[in-house]
């Protein structure tokens, strides 16, 4: 909220400012089939409760394991991009169509050093170790149509929006193992988080005849799906004669995400087959949630260049 206020604050200041030095000035002046292009960061948006970033400082061990806490819900998505690029397009002097798209993503790689079993098992004071290794991958993209409309045409204009959203997203783990589960070693070293009542590992004999398991790999079955309407309202100040920068509040009253199924696959020696094989164990049939309020505010802070060709 700080930020929020301190924004809006240097803003109008600027706004003032400008307004007072170039009364005559004359600026950019949108009409019917001109287009815009710009960048637009919203610091207060109300992201997920599941990070889809580490955080600044934070392990990478931390974060691997700290998203064993969302096990049914592999992702959640922010309801405003955070950062994105918009395009307008002016149906008149007055009103223009809307698009912006975000990016958010990442690629964690997590080793810990294991010790060697086949090692251990040739030397009894051998202190060989191998590596484990997790990748989490996770990425979105959200989409807004929407419309806009100003009102002046001095170097400070009033400006309202509203935006249709739709976000799509996904992600997946993948546990590669330092030590080979064989029919030798069916119990294989492997680090704390996956072996039996560790944070990742929730495994549960279905009849497949493993009586340990270890997860190798954790996806949704799809992609997690939101949809939402927000609203805008703000100033945009004329820095030039067709670059404008602008902040607005931005309100989302309601958001509605689709959450897949989850499944975990399993690796373990099986008693029927005699031999190692993978199973499939479903973490969660699917979710929905439906988030709505009052206090879903953001502040959209725009950089825009009008084409003036």
């Known amino acids: 909220m700080k930020r929020l206020i301190i924004s809006i604050t240097v803003l109008c200041l600027a706004a003032l400012a400008l307004q007072a030095q170039n009364k005559e000035k004359t600026y950019f002046s949108p009409q019917k089939g001109k287009w815009a ?17 580490p955080k600044d400082g934070e392990f990478a061990g931390d974060y691997i394991d700290g998203l ?26 007055k009103t223009a169509f809307r698009a912006s798209v975000g990016l958010n993503g990442s690629v964690v790689n997590y080793r ?17 170790q191998v590596v484990d290794r997790t990748t989490s991958t996770m990425n979105s993209v959200s989409l807004m149509l929407g419309a806009e409309w100003s009102k002046g045409t001095k170097a400070v204009r009033f400006i309202y929006g509203v935006d249709f959203i739709y976000a799509i997203g996904g992600g997946s783990l993948q546990f590669k193992y330092g030590n080979k589960m ?13 072996q039996s009542g560790g944070d990742w590992n929730n495994y549960v004999d279905k009849g497949w005849g493993m009586a340990y398991a270890r ?11 939101g949809f939402g309407i927000s609203a805008d309202a703000g100033l945009e100040v004329f820095i030039a004669d067709n670059i404008s ?52 505010i ?7 260049y009008y084409l003036t060709k």
């Open 68 to 93: 064993a806490g969302y096990p049914k819900q592999m992702f959640v998505m922010a309801k405003d991009p955070m950062a994105s690029v918009k395009f307008k397009y002016y149906l008149s002097s």
């Open 215 to 225: 997860p190798v790999q954790r996806k949704n079955i799809g992609y997690v799906h």
């Open 245 to 296: 920068l602008s902040a607005a509040l931005n309100f989302t009253p309601i958001m509605v995400t689709l959450q897949p199924q989850t499944y975990t696959v399993f690796e373990g020696f099986s008693t029927k087959t005699n031999k190692v094989e993978k199973a499939n164990s479903l973490v969660s049939p699917g979710s929905s949630a439906l988030l709505y309020g009052t206090q879903n």
């Open 182 to 194: 064989t029919d030798l070693n069916q119990v294989p070293s492997s680090m704390p988080m996956t």
């Open 112 to 128: 810990e050093y294991v010790r060697d079993d086949l090692a251990l098992a040739l030397n009894a004071d051998s202190q060989n």
């Open 298 to 304: 953001g502040c959209r802070i725009s950089l825009t």
């Open 37 to 53: 292009v710009g960048v637009t960061f919203n610091p207060g948006s109300m992201g997920s409760t599941l990070a889809i970033q």
